[in-house]
């Protein structure tokens, strides 16, 4: 697995397993992600290829997206989450490259700040989430696949970016002028 950091400029501001005190309260032992320096309306692109499991709003979450990936081992997922209402790029059944745009950073959820949280997990054929009782609901360290490249100066993601941008944009004029 080879991950492309989800956001630019580098900056963690809570790495994976730290804080045990205020993660017990959701029954894990520590953070169990990433939490990526994104300051509000931060891009955030896809880290790896693979295709949308969910989009969706959660209490916690607030909204995130679910890309699965498959690599030489199984299959993963990559979660992204705190992300903007209604800013949102992709759909459940997107097929991602490298560098797609998925939507921007923002606070919601249970969140005292905008970053980008940064899950992931390794799932089964069906894509459930293996070692459920890791302590961390299956999450795992990101950090070590991430291969010190960003996702966004992949130059097609970025190109496709702009063109999806564009593209939402003139939707939304379209739908404006309905
Ligand atoms: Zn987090």
Same mark, same amino acid.
């Given at each position: 697995?080879?991950?492309?950091?989800?956001?630019?400029?580098?900056?963690?501001?809570?790495?994976?397993?730290?804080?045990?005190?205020?993660?017990?309260?959701?029954?894990?032992?520590?953070?169990?992600?990433?939490?990526?320096?994104?300051?509000?309306?931060?891009?955030?692109?896809?880290?790896?290829?693979?295709? +949308? *499991?969910?989009? %969706? #709003? $959660? !209490?916690?979450?607030?909204?995130? +997206? *679910?890309?699965? %990936? #498959? $690599? !030489?081992?199984?299959?993963?997922?990559?979660?992204?989450?705190?992300?903007? !209402?209604?800013?949102?790029?992709?759909?459940?059944?997107?097929?991602?490259?490298?560098?797609?745009?998925?939507?921007?950073?923002?606070?919601?959820?249970?969140?005292?700040?905008?970053?980008?949280?940064?899950?992931?997990?390794?799932?089964?054929?069906?894509?459930?989430?293996?070692?459920?009782?890791?302590?961390?609901?299956?999450?795992?360290?990101?950090?070590?696949?991430?291969?010190?490249?960003?996702?966004?100066?992949?130059?097609?993601?970025?190109?496709?970016?702009?063109?999806?941008?564009?593209?939402?944009?003139?939707?939304?004029?379209?739908?404006?002028?309905?």
């Amino acid at each position: 697995m080879i991950l492309y950091y989800p956001c630019k400029p580098l900056g963690v501001n809570q790495p994976f397993g730290i804080n045990p005190q205020t993660y017990a309260r959701f029954g894990i032992n520590g953070h169990n992600g990433i939490d990526f320096f994104a300051p509000d309306g931060t891009g955030v692109f896809a880290t790896h290829e693979g295709t +949308v *499991v969910q989009v %969706g #709003v $959660d !209490e916690y979450e607030g909204h995130g +997206v *679910v890309v699965e %990936g #498959v $690599d !030489e081992i199984g299959k993963y997922k990559t979660i992204y989450w705190h992300m903007k !209402e209604n800013e949102i790029a992709v759909k459940v059944g997107d097929k991602l490259s490298v560098g797609d745009f998925i939507g921007k950073a923002d606070n919601t959820g249970f969140s005292t700040g905008s970053h980008l949280h940064f899950g992931l997990k390794r799932t089964d054929d069906n894509g459930d989430t293996l070692n459920n009782d890791n302590g961390f609901l299956g999450a795992i360290d990101p950090m070590p696949y991430f291969t010190g490249q960003f996702a966004c100066d992949d130059k097609l993601g970025k190109l496709l970016a702009l063109i999806k941008s564009i593209a939402l944009q003139l939707l939304g004029i379209l739908k404006g002028k309905q």
